[in-house]
């Protein structure tokens, strides 16, 4: 990409010009005549182009703006290596700092032995959901080791996380209910809140006494009320007042939903998550939620709680009741991973202090951290989303893997850079890492590039 005194060549700007002119957009396809009146045939009435859909629309130009700047569409890209803090992206070796195996344990041998062993004597699905045939020990086994990280009566697993949240929120609350969220909340609550048919009001960001404000206005007006947070927010790298939201749901009768998808095995002396980090009894949180996939290297999620609230969703949530069981390949590698986390608290300190170390080298570099407390996740804040891809793609030739963020996944104007932090990357490593990435952003930020510059070629297009 040539620039001319840090902008942007006359020769790059008609390139792009050109690239996105050969881009047209899709017309709906013609449309026949109306039917006469009472005849319930409509072919050819109504579009039924995928091709139109608007966010369709949108990925074509977003393909062709990549092209033009010579991007690699950073989206589905293949990994040619097991998931950890490196990997191997179209043959090149990279320190990867785009998977979430926290404790380093994906691919351990104790994991892979269980497995293996797991799928010899149970094949790999229980081919029923658990109410009917698949219920299996392992399950109970993967339960109760769950629950002892919150000292919870019982816990339930299921096959996905996403579908974890979505059938708990959906199957507690209804119509006449409230759920008060963060506003950063993941996708899974928000749909399930939807589903439920409660009235939904998410809060700012961790800001709790907007939340009590809205509890002081309401809470009399809704028969139920469930409180939503996270752990450790996934984009932001940052968690909530455990101790002030717990005396919260206390005095306004709430329920207190906490998801510990990425908090689990990172916070804590141990890694059982914000509870034992904040010294509070987890037994004061209704409902813990979480994912087998981060930490815990499987895949599925989990709930955590009380004997009534598990024999509950057992028979009324619908990602349990109406799909099938966890298979044993799954739940071992869950149950070994939580055994190895509990026997090598080692792994737990050594993330908190890489994460701590990647925080401190960022603000020391000026890089934009935003609010992450700094153990697995932190952002580094660039704000327009064409330039946090093209610092991906140049972080990436560079053997740096640091996945894009931008919109939908975060608000407009705060696409980042997001790192994952993991237990087996090095010092060298980390440092390296930081110093490219302070690097880049000067470098990006001289070209004077951003979705502006493009949206005025846009407009030129179009007239």
């Avoid at 813990?288 to 009534?308: F, H, I, N, Q």
Wanted: charged share 20%; hydrophobic share 45%.
């Amino acid at each position: 990409m040539k620039t001319e005194g840090g902008r942007f060549s006359r020769g790059f700007k008609a390139a792009l010009l050109e690239t996105m002119v050969k881009t047209p957009a899709v017309e709906p396809a013609p449309r026949a005549g109306s039917t006469s009146a009472g005849s319930a045939a409509s072919a050819g009435k109504f579009d039924t182009s995928f091709e139109t859909l608007p966010a369709y629309q949108a990925f074509r130009t977003q393909r062709a703006v990549a092209d033009a700047l010579h991007l690699n569409f950073p989206f589905y890209r293949v990994h040619d290596a097991m998931a950890g803090a490196r990997s191997v992206i179209a043959g090149q070796p990279v320190v990867n700092f785009a998977s979430y195996d926290y404790l380093g344990l994906n691919g351990h041998p104790d994991i892979t032995a269980a497995v293996i062993e797991a799928t010899k004597t149970w094949g790999t699905s229980v081919s029923a959901s658990r109410i009917t045939a698949g219920e299996r020990d392992f399950h109970r086994q993967l339960e109760r080791a769950l629950a002892d990280i919150y000292e919870a009566d019982d816990a339930l697993v299921f096959v996905s996380g996403h579908a974890t949240a979505i059938s708990t929120v959906a199957a507690l609350l209804g119509p006449k209910d409230l759920i008060l969220h963060d506003s950063l909340i993941h996708n899974c609550v928000v749909v399930g809140a939807q589903l439920s048919g409660a009235t939904r009001r998410p809060f700012p960001h961790n800001d709790l006494a907007g939340l009590e404000a809205m509890l002081a206005a309401t809470r009399d007006k809704f028969e139920r009320v469930m409180i939503i947070t996270e752990g450790l927010f996934s984009m932001d790298g940052d968690g909530p007042d455990l101790a002030r939201l717990v005396d919260i749901k206390d005095r306004f009768d709430c329920w207190l939903m906490v998801d510990e998808a990425h908090s689990v095995g990172v916070l804590g002396a141990t890694g059982r998550g914000i509870a034992e980090q904040a010294g509070i009894d987890p037994r004061r949180v209704d409902i813990w939620l979480g994912t087998l996939s981060k930490t815990l290297v499987s895949c599925g999620g989990y709930v955590a709680g009380s004997r009534p609230l598990i024999d509950f969703l057992k028979l009324a949530a619908p990602g349990m009741v109406y799909s099938v069981g966890m298979p044993a390949p799954a739940a071992l590698a869950a149950l070994t991973a939580i055994e190895i986390m509990r026997r090598e608290p080692a792994r737990v300190a050594r993330l908190q202090a890489n994460g701590q170390l990647f925080l401190r080298l960022a603000r020391e570099a000026g890089l934009d951290v935003g609010t992450s407390a700094g153990y697995a996740v932190t952002p580094v804040i660039i704000g327009d989303s064409l330039r946090t891809v093209l610092l991906a793609e140049r972080l990436l030739k560079r053997g740096i893997n640091a996945f894009p963020i931008v919109p939908p996944g975060v608000p407009e104007k705060s696409a980042r850079l997001r790192f994952f932090i993991s237990s087996e990357h090095t010092e060298a490593e980390i440092r390296a890492a930081v110093a490219a990435t302070a690097e880049e952003v000067a470098g990006v930020e001289r070209e004077g590039i951003s979705l502006g510059t493009i949206a005025k070629l846009m407009i030129k297009r179009a007239t």
